[in-house]
């Protein structure tokens, strides 16, 4: 499980570090940071997957995702004595992100490409892409020396052995290659690999659809699906898998609890299923092109958080959305029965689900861990936090 999460120039994040428990909701007004937050997780998922440069890339580059203030907020400036102005960077570019819990923790450190080595070395059209100048992996809640598993600095790799001593790994990676990608070998670096599989468990959802033509509504070849999938298309067979290697009883309850007397049913179509929902009263049952956009955005949460193979961690972005004030308890409920098997954070608008989870939260024996977002001179900051003294020890590797 994560304890703590660090950002650094990210955004609106330009330092930004929370504690996390099972149960976490991030609130805010709009504009406060939350995207950011979803996102920088998104972008450490990444990381282990090799893709993060390009997720970067999709972002506008990091000329376009850099902390855009200021490296020092002045007192004069908090105080409204003196204007924001801007400066000359006085360090190098540097884009953070980390993690760390009981058993590991992970730093990555995102710069500008270093300049061609020789006046005869050929141009390249990829001089926007960052690259990674910094990894590292150590045990325990805090980098410390003596705690560091693997580090990396620019191309090269150092790895400690099981006496204690360093190894160098073999080759050298490219500047925009993960050592989590590269490097994952169970017999010379059994941390990376671990750390790796860790972060490619994660899973997120993120705004769904649910208009007439998405994918969740369609009829589509069946076959068993533990996790459901980012647009909801195998949405029919995931909720047959709950029902037959899941908990069903779990699945028949969300339902009607959400929808009294209400059972879902997945008619087989010659191996295409169709999703529908018997509704008590009715004589025939509502397929999906026929269910409203709260009613199915309902069944895809169900589908995700019920899942028989629940992620190390899930993330939930806004998952109030188009759903009627009436399903925000049984979603709250949905969650929190998720939070047997899975860490879980809940970036949410609503007010009502924050409270729908705090009250249900003392049910189930479980804190809330709440965290609510307030941005000050464009910087996004935990809001009743004073300083440094109030946020989880973290140190990032230096370059």
């Given at each position: 499980m994560i304890s703590t999460l660090a950002v650094e120039n990210y955004r609106s994040l330009r330092r930004l570090i929370v504690p996390l428990t099972r149960l976490n909701v991030i609130t805010g007004a709009n504009g406060t940071g939350k995207s950011s937050l979803y996102r920088s997780l998104r972008l450490l998922a990444a990381s282990a997957r090799g893709g993060a440069v390009a997720a970067l890339a999709q972002e506008g580059g990091l000329p376009s995702v850099l902390w855009a203030g200021p490296e020092k907020i002045s007192r004069a400036v908090r105080e409204g004595t003196h204007p924001v102005q801007g400066t000359v960077r006085s360090g190098p570019v540097s884009l953070q992100l980390g993690f760390a819990g009981d058993e590991f923790g992970y730093a990555v450190d995102f710069g500008h490409p270093s300049p061609a080595?020789?006046?005869g070395s050929a141009p390249s059209m990829f001089n926007?892409?960052?690259?990674?100048?910094?990894?590292?992996?150590?045990?325990?809640?805090?980098?410390?020396?003596?705690?560091?598993?693997?580090?990396?600095?620019g191309a090269a790799v150092k790895l400690r052995g099981a006496g204690g001593g360093w190894s160098r790994a073999h080759g050298t990676l490219r500047p925009y290659d993960s050592m989590l990608g590269e490097?994952?070998?169970?017999?010379?670096?059994?941390?990376?690999?671990?750390?790796?599989?860790?972060?490619?468990?994660?899973?997120?959802?993120?705004?769904?659809?649910?208009?007439?033509?998405?994918?969740?509504?369609?009829?589509?070849?069946?076959?068993?699906?533990?996790?459901?999938?980012?647009?909801?298309?195998?949405?029919?067979?995931?909720?047959?898998?709950?029902?037959?290697?899941?908990?069903?009883?779990?699945?028949?309850?969300?339902?009607?609890?959400?929808?009294?007397?209400?059972?879902?049913?997945?008619?087989?179509?010659?191996?295409r299923f169709q999703l529908a929902l018997r509704q008590h009263g009715l004589l025939r049952v509502l397929t999906a092109t026929e269910l409203s956009d709260g009613t199915l955005r309902y069944l895809l949460w169900a589908a995700a958080l019920l899942t028989p193979r629940p992620p190390s961690l899930l993330v939930l972005n806004e998952p109030e959305t188009s759903l009627h004030p009436d399903?925000?308890?049984?979603?709250?409920?949905?969650?929190?029965?998720?939070?047997?098997?899975?860490?879980?954070?809940?970036?949410?608008?609503?007010?009502?689900?924050?409270?729908?989870?705090?009250?249900?939260?003392?049910?189930?024996?479980?804190?809330?861990?709440?965290?609510?977002?307030?941005?000050?001179?464009?910087?996004?900051?935990?809001a009743g936090r004073e300083g440094p003294l109030d946020e989880p020890l973290w140190y990032w590797p230096k370059r």
């Open positions: 080595p020789g006046a926007l892409d960052p690259e990674i100048k910094r990894e590292s992996i150590w045990s325990g809640p805090v980098l410390r020396p003596a705690s560091v598993l693997s580090d990396r600095a490097l994952a070998d169970p017999q010379h670096a059994p941390d990376v690999l671990a750390v790796r599989e860790f972060i490619r468990s994660w899973r997120f959802y993120d705004h769904v659809r649910t208009d007439a033509d998405a994918p969740a509504r369609a009829d589509r070849i069946g076959t068993r699906t533990p996790v459901l999938s980012g647009d909801g298309s195998d949405l029919a067979a995931a909720l047959q898998t709950i029902r037959e290697i899941g908990d069903a009883e779990a699945l028949d309850a969300a339902v009607d609890a959400a929808f009294p007397g209400s059972r879902v049913h997945i008619a087989d179509l010659g191996g399903l925000i308890p049984p979603l709250a409920d949905l969650i929190l029965t998720a939070t047997k098997d899975t860490q879980i954070i809940v970036v949410t608008h609503a007010r009502p689900l924050a409270d729908a989870l705090q009250k249900g939260a003392i049910r189930h024996r479980l804190d809330v861990n709440s965290i609510e977002l307030v941005k000050e001179f464009g910087q996004t900051t935990v």
